[in-house]
């Protein structure tokens, strides 16, 4: 079973502090590693993908992939009160279109 | 921009009912997804779609079935709608990357 790992939180976090969110992934052969905020009773949207090692800047927004340890992080900079939502981390593992989502990491920017 | 959307965010269904969710995107991507979701177990795959006529189940198709007669609609059908089939329900359409419809909260009594 491919299986995606976040830590449920809420990870609490000062406004204008470094959010640092994390991703486990158990399929070694993944190649495409996506970011969604969803804000409560809402769809998820999309804010970062990465599909190479290394980090990729958007913004106040960073991913960051490392294949040999199986992680992707995203680092939210000067965290917002609006910046409070659930993150959840996608993977598309090899040879299927299916994307594996993990649970969700709940963030709470605090004023 | 890439636009899926659904044809209701709230529906109300009696226990036995058939119920209709469509699904329409605008970026005429191949594959079409259809999840539920639900507090504490995340995303759930229902059934996807690679191309017109083709689909897959997903990990939870029973009490469901989907139909894909053209290219950009995508509609899940419950067959016979029950309590437990109460949920968020989210519509996805991906070239590359996976975009989400608006969701549709269906309750059924």
């Known amino acids: 079973q491919k299986e995606v790992e976040q830590n449920s939180g809420p990870l609490s976090v000062p406004e204008g502090a470094i959010a640092s969110l994390n991703c486990t992934y158990s399929?070694?052969?993944?190649?495409?590693f996506f970011w969604y905020r969803q804000y409560s009773g809402k769809s998820p949207e999309l804010i970062m993908s990465?599909?190479?090692?290394g980090d990729k800047e958007d913004g106040r927004f960073t991913a960051q992939l490392n294949k040999a340890s199986q992680y992707v992080s995203l680092l939210i900079r000067d965290s917002q009160p609006s910046d409070s939502a659930t993150y959840l981390c996608?993977?598309?593992?090899?040879?299927?279109?299916?994307?594996?989502f993990g649970t969700g990491t709940r963030l709470k920017v605090l004023a | 921009d890439v636009k899926v959307t659904q044809s209701s965010r709230y529906l109300v269904k009696r226990t036995g009912e058939k119920v209709f969710l469509e699904c329409v995107q605008d970026?005429?991507?191949?594959?079409m997804f259809w999840y539920r979701q639900d507090p504490g177990l995340g995303l759930r795959l229902i059934y996807f779609?690679?191309?017109?006529?083709?689909?897959e189940k997903g990990d939870i198709p029973e009490g469901y079935s989907v139909s894909r007669e053209k290219k950009e609609r995508f509609s899940l059908i419950l067959e016979s709608a029950s309590t437990n089939q109460t949920s968020m329900y989210l519509c996805?359409?991906?070239?590359?990357?996976?975009?989400f419809g608006p969701g549709t909260r269906l309750t059924v009594t």
């Open positions: 996805a359409s991906r070239s590359g990357e996976q975009y």
């Open positions: 399929d070694r052969g993944s190649q495409s």
């Open positions: 990465i599909y190479s090692n």
């Open positions: 996608a993977v598309s593992p090899s040879g299927t279109y299916k994307y594996i």
């Open positions: 970026m005429d991507h191949e594959n």
């Open positions: 779609s690679y191309d017109v006529k083709m689909k």
